[in-house]
């Protein structure tokens, strides 16, 4: 009855029209694990049945940043092959050690992993946890456990999806059917099981053996070498709501089991326990079993005496414990360090702040208050943090390894980290993670850093080679680092296209570029022609975590880019500008969102608009702002994540000064005079739901699209919506959908019937204004998509995805579609080509790749599946290539390698050296090609000259024209003769 009435819930919510009453009806609801199965089945029909999958996305990149790595497993006997988990990229193989790398779990249920583990006794049998328990603002949930038994070549699902996240699997190292998996559970709301589980069958059944309560759950495990019922286990209570994060509680601890899990009992001696016992790793030494490590992320303040005030003198951390004279001891130039350090308003500067000071018009306490930034909330709270403690009579009793604070490696997200390794060799090395790796060789007394030049911060993931110490495999944000002397250098093993996307903007260059920002990599930018192998390389343009890209239309040279919580530039021909707006002195401290959106006006790109909770606008390209409308936000939840926050702001291209904004509480709002007025348009649209997109549409003045994200409670409810009268009266247009959260929804430029929505796990298309959806192209893999964008003049489809970088996908079929629904066949227009001087020669003999050599790809419809024909003819209608096909219903693409057969060719050639014979024998064989390619064992490509590609159905034929041009002619290395005024 419960899911019955949860579905009728979830079936009015997409459908009907919703008008503004004032009420706003409740959210759906967090998803269960009959939800979440429906949503994966309603995505492989829609996959099965569009009329497009002759369509393939590409890759485009980037690789050069990496992506988060959650976990990492080797095979025993077998060194150079290993397993890497990506937070949402997927499992990844490598079989030389990381030279080169395919991904293995592309096209499951999610490309959300926790966990990857290998069976000692079955080298081909590999276990994956899907689900990331890094517990982030974009750590995903997944769907259970899966097994391959041939090396991840296919998989099979074996249970505990409703554990959601995964943060370790062990297997028994003598018997491979015994496996034990950390189950945490949800992070946003209750429901679902959480603790420990074992199968003794291969994951054909599984037993609940260590059973959580509330938010708790498991986190990691270790498993005795020599003794496999000896386990160990680390339960973590943590919840995160969107504007709060509670690390830790009573929930977290250490637990063992003797029996082979079947009975639990909690360890002490010592341990630290409470509300503010955080994230907890373990770690066991293979050759003495009895010690054991432990990583804790310890929430509880930290005494005055042990707090590390920092090296600078004015750090926020010395200021809190000064008096005002003190601070005024200090001059002009370090007061005005501090006050850009700490982001204060550029017209309060040091002379000012003392002259204020002296005059006590403020206080010292003001100047402190005012300091809210988001990025400081990370870094400068006084804390325990990490802690490693140890224990050598196998969890008996624990003592902490070091004196002082470990301050500064986790800081205040160790929720983040937690994980710890030693040795298998030696008890006495160890390392442990949190923005720097960090070893000791004593046993935890002493640390020193290991993290190498160029190194990517922030580590998640650490294997020590059991037969040789020195050889480490580490994991982080910026993908796989390995080292071969123990830490003293490192080298990347980053060729995978693992960037986990935020946003997407194009410009108009030829070819077009692509810029986008990543979690924890930046802004990068790239060519839309870009191969994630063989590039071009795409470039960095910022740091941080990258957010939104504008590009000025004007000149395509100034841009603007940003980090988390607003932080912006802009950057063209006249430098570096910092654009952000700030509160004064004792106003009410703004709350930038983590992504802030910001817009350049449609009409004037000298007009910059901001969202923080208010709406900014600088008539100057951001060198100046004014507020143009309150707080715009209505929730009074207040915690340690900036909350009640602006998350979509857009401008009418067809009406001046037409705002829509939304934010993360749910608010939608609308303004007709550029900010003078707004209206509250929210009304009827589910409340407590975060905008997560708003478009005015291009195609009439009171259509606008509106996105709802329920990711943040766990809700995969497809919220999309639009208004035809400036949000009176909304319209969902989720019905068909499946159940996933809704990141972005785009027009098409071209075609006002259709639209384009990413969701959690892809992107869909409705060719008819969302009255109905289908899948859209093959080989993307199951993957977060958070942004879209089209390519007018290319007509392709640009999509950031959230773990598998950036993905194309040519469109023109799609825009088309309407056009030639009907016909029996259609071919699709190429581009002309140009015809290569390399291709006058022949292959070399040691070559063994011919990924370079020329093709091209030919797009057609065809209205039902059949046998087909492709010719190739000129303009006399000789036939040059004839390829039997196979067509399947809808578009179909078919790559042609330019090649033409010798008959038709050699016979046409004749034919045009007879009716125009040539007077000498000079230069003859440049009009004999043909002949020449035959003679010299060249490929035969078809020459230049203008040609007409045929498609053949039954009785019905489409074609299509294209030229292939001639090469341009050489230019003489001749030396020009100098000019000179005057002389001839």
Known sequence: MRLMTRFLVLALLLSGTQEGSGQRPAPHG??????????????????????????????????????????????????????????????????????????????????????????????????????ESNSSRSSYGGMGVYRSDDAGRTWTAVGLADTDRIGRIVVDPENGDRVFVAGLGKLYTQGGRRGVFRTTDGGRTWEHVLQTTGMTGA???????????????????????????????????????TDGGTTWKRLEGGLPRGENVGRIGLALCASRPRTLYCCIDNQAPLPEDEIDLGGNPL????????????????????IEGFLRGNDFHPDLDAETLIEKLKKQEITLKDVLDDIQDGNAALFDTTIRGLEVWRSDDAGEHWTRTHEKPLDGVVNTYGYYFGQIRVAPSDPETVITVGVPMIKSTDGGKTWSSIQGDGMHVDHHAIWIDPHDPRHILGGNDGGLDVTFDGGEHWDSLDAQAVGQFYTVELDDAKPYNIYGGLQDNGILKGSSRSDPQRGPRWTRVGGGDGMYVRIDVRDGKTIYFGSQFGHYRRRGPDGGHEIRPRDRLKESALRYNWATPILLSPHTPEIVYFGANKLFRSMDRGESWAAISPDLSRSPHRGDVPFATLTAVDESTLQVGRLWAGTDDGQIWTSKDAGLTWDDVGAGLPRDRWVSRLVASRYAKGRCYVTLNGYRDDDG?????????????????????????????????????????????????????????????????????????????????????????????????????????????????????????????????????????????????????????????????????????????????????????EKPALAAEQERLEKNPPKTREGIREKMPVQEALRLGWPLYAQPGSYRIVVRIGDAQASTDFKMKAPSSRRSSKKKKEKIRGKR
């Open 30 to 131: 967090a998803f269960d694990t009959s939800e979440r199965q429906a949503a994966w089945e309603r995505h492989r029909e829609l996959q099965a049945a569009q009329p497009f999958k002759g369509l393939v996305w590409r890759s485009v990149g980037p690789v050069i940043q990496g992506g988060r790595v959650v976990d990492v497993a080797f095979v025993p006997g077998q060194p150079g092959r290993f397993y890497a988990a990506y937070a949402t990229g997927g499992l990844w193989r490598t079989d030389d050690n990381g030279q080169s790398f395919r991904p293995l779990f592309d096209h499951e249920a999610t490309t959300v992993l926790g966990a990857v583990a290998t069976d000692p006794s079955h080298p081909d049998r590999v276990w994956v946890g899907t689900g």
């Open 219 to 257: 986190i990691d495990l270790v498993i005795d070498p020599t003794n496999s019922k000896v386990v160990y286990a680390a339960t973590w209570e943590r919840s995160r709501r969107p504007w709060d994060f509670i690390e830790g509680g009573n929930g977290s601890g250490i637990w063992k089991s």
């Open 315 to 334: 750090s926020v951390r010395r200021v809190r414990a000064m008096t005002t004279e003190e601070f005024l001891e200090f001059g002009v130039d370090r």
């Open 717 to 901: 409810t497809p919220y999309v919506y639009v208004t035809e009268d400036n949000g009176r009266t909304w319209r969902s247009l989720a019905q068909g959908l499946p159940g996933e959260a809704v990141n972005v929804i785009r027009e098409d430029p071209l075609e006002e019937d259709i639209l384009y929505v990413g969701t959690d796990r892809g992107v869909y298309v409705s060719l008819d204004r969302g009255e109905s959806w289908m899948g859209l192209g093959m080989g993307l893999p199951s993957v977060p998509v958070h942004d879209l964008k089209v390519h007018r003049r290319e007509r392709e489809l640009v999509a950031a995805t959230h773990g598998r970088s950036v993905w194309i996908l040519d469109i023109l079929p799609v825009q088309d579609s309407k056009d030639v629904a009907d016909a029996t066949v259609h071919v699709y227009p190429v581009e002309d080509r140009t015809f290569s001087r390399g291709w006058r020669r022949r292959p070399s003999r040691w070559r063994s790749s011919r990924s370079r050599d020329p093709e091209m790809k030919i797009t057609y419809w065809a209205k039902e599946a059949g046998d087909a024909v492709f010719e190739l003819q000129d303009r006399d209608g000789r036939v040059y290539r004839r390829i039997p096909l196979v067509a399947k219903r809808g578009v179909n693409v078919f790559t042609w390698d330019l090649k033409v057969d």
